[in-house]
T-cell receptor
């Protein structure tokens, strides 16, 4: 991904909490997405942050700091089905334009 | 709605052949995106359209790649001639103007031998 950095792989234990970090280039930024992608499947939307702070949605939360160009995805009470790649993506949108750029993804393995 | 529909799901072709990938976006969506995903490079934006008009094709790797959107319900991505390094999963996604969530199709896994 263009100027979007996230760890390549992470491993966590079932029932635990894991935090996946993402840093991005702050210029031309409107918002930050997290997508989940299971192996062999399409990415699916998890969260969108446009303002600083924490957005909570069930077991998943996403945090954004626009001044630092930093976001994280927090997964609580991990389940085996959470094993997937998690893609951080930033968006720039303007008149008629919509640039959605993805990081390379973090492959999360949840172990018993 | 059936979601974003891509065809074929899998394509195996020989080097030098023409390949055409197809996408039907969600009805009413204004934006259509073509992405390519590989292990090495992740998910890369190739081109996107707004109201059937190409807005940014700077991600198209070479002149061998071309994309069209003749109407609001159909787009194609063509590779001619194909090369082994084009092997990847190609995703199409669509988005409604004013919305924040882009919906992805199931992808086309292309293998060029």
């Amino acid at each position: 991904g263009q100027n979007i950095d996230q760890p390549t792989e992470m491993t966590a234990t079932e029932g635990a909490i894991v935090q996946i970090n993402c840093t991005y280039q702050t210029s031309g930024f409107n918002g930050l997405f997290w997508y989940q992608q299971h192996a062999g499947e399409a990415p699916t939307f998890l969260s969108y942050n446009v303002l600083d702070g924490l957005e909570e949605k069930g077991r998943f939360s996403s945090f954004l700091s626009r001044s630092k160009g930093y976001s994280y995805l927090l997964l609580k009470e991990l389940q085996m089905k959470d094993s997937a790649s998690y893609l951080c993506a930033r968006v720039y949108s303007g008149a008629g334009s919509y640039q959605l750029t993805f990081g390379k993804g973090t492959k999360l393995s949840v172990i018993p | 709605d059936a979601g974003v529909i891509q065809s074929p799901r899998h394509e195996v072709t020989e080097m030098g052949q023409e390949v055409t990938l197809r996408c039907k976006p969600i009805s009413g969506h204004d934006y259509l995106f073509w992405y390519r995903q590989t292990m090495m490079r992740g998910l890369e934006l190739l081109i996107y359209f707004n109201n059937n008009v190409p807005i940014d094709d700077s991600g198209m790797p070479e002149d061998r790649f071309s994309a069209k959107m003749p109407n609001a319900s159909f787009s194609t991505l063509k590779i001619q001639p194909s090369e082994p390094r084009d092997s990847a999963v190609y995703f199409c996604a669509s988005l409604r103007q004013g919305s924040t969530e882009a919906f992805f199709g199931q992808g086309t896994r292309l293998t060029v031998v």
